[in-house]
């Protein structure tokens, strides 16, 4: 067999953790996008270049503060502790924690230049229609955001499946618990098993443009569906 079974099972994993990770962040990235694209706050600059900072934040630097938050001494680390749950620190939930965060910025952007896209007139009519503006986003928003709502799911999928620095930071790289592909790698080449680094590596490409590629054809569809 190509892959062995500690590779498969960190591809189990590491699945599950960009599922995990992409169905939180739709969640979360809708609601913050749409106030985004709609707000005239003050705060709307500095919360979106805090939402963006994953981008140009080496993903070392952000593991390890959130490695730090998590700890015993961390302020999320004494707030679990609290409450009972442990440390989250080098477990599968503190890499979800670590996911959400570095790929928040994949998940909020496409979404809210999505709604941006909108424009207000759409909205103006179902309110002369005497529609709520929850009624408004969830029939007429969220509708016409589908193409931004897509994205934002592939991309932060995909995202996580590639992330090296952050769950090394977080989850370290522990068999069943926190080895992802990524890490899996850098253990094979560590150990110098290159043909089972190339069979994990080779899908990684693989895989990457397939997601690029799908993007493409689905923005081309997507420009001759305009007027």
């Not at 993903?59 to 409450?83: C, D, I, N, S, W």
């Not at 969830?138 to 590639?162: E, M, Q």
């Not at 990457?208 to 997507?222: D, E, Y």
Request: aromatic share 8%; hydrophobic share 55%; glycine share 8%.
């Amino acid at each position: 067999m190509p892959l062995s079974d500690e590779s498969l099972q960190a591809v189990r994993l590491t699945l599950v953790l960009a599922a995990s990770t992409t169905a939180v962040l739709l969640v979360l990235a809708t609601p913050l996008a749409w106030w985004l694209s709609q707000t005239r706050s003050r705060w709307r600059a500095p919360i979106g270049a805090l939402v963006t900072l994953p981008l140009v934040l080496p993903p070392t630097v952000l593991g390890f503060y959130l490695l730090v938050a998590m700890g015993p001494e961390g302020p999320l680390g004494r707030l679990t502790q609290a409450l009972g749950l442990g440390i989250l620190s080098f477990s599968f939930t503190g890499l979800l924690i670590g996911s959400i965060v570095y790929s928040l910025p994949f998940a909020v952007q496409p979404i809210q230049h999505a709604f941006e896209a909108i424009g207000r007139r759409p909205l103006e009519v179902a309110a002369t229609l005497r529609a709520r503006p929850l009624d408004a986003f969830v029939s007429v928003a969220l509708p016409l955001a589908r193409p931004g709502l897509i994205t934002a799911a592939i991309l932060s999928f995909a995202h996580t499946v590639g992330e090296f620095g952050v769950v090394l930071m977080i989850g370290g790289n522990i068999p069943g618990r926190t080895r992802v592909v990524s890490t899996q790698i850098y253990g094979h080449v560590e150990a110098m098993e290159y043909s089972q680094a190339h069979w994990l590596a080779g899908a990684m490409l693989a895989f990457s443009f397939a997601v690029l590629l799908g993007l493409a054809l689905m923005k081309r569809a997507n420009d001759r569906l305009l007027p």
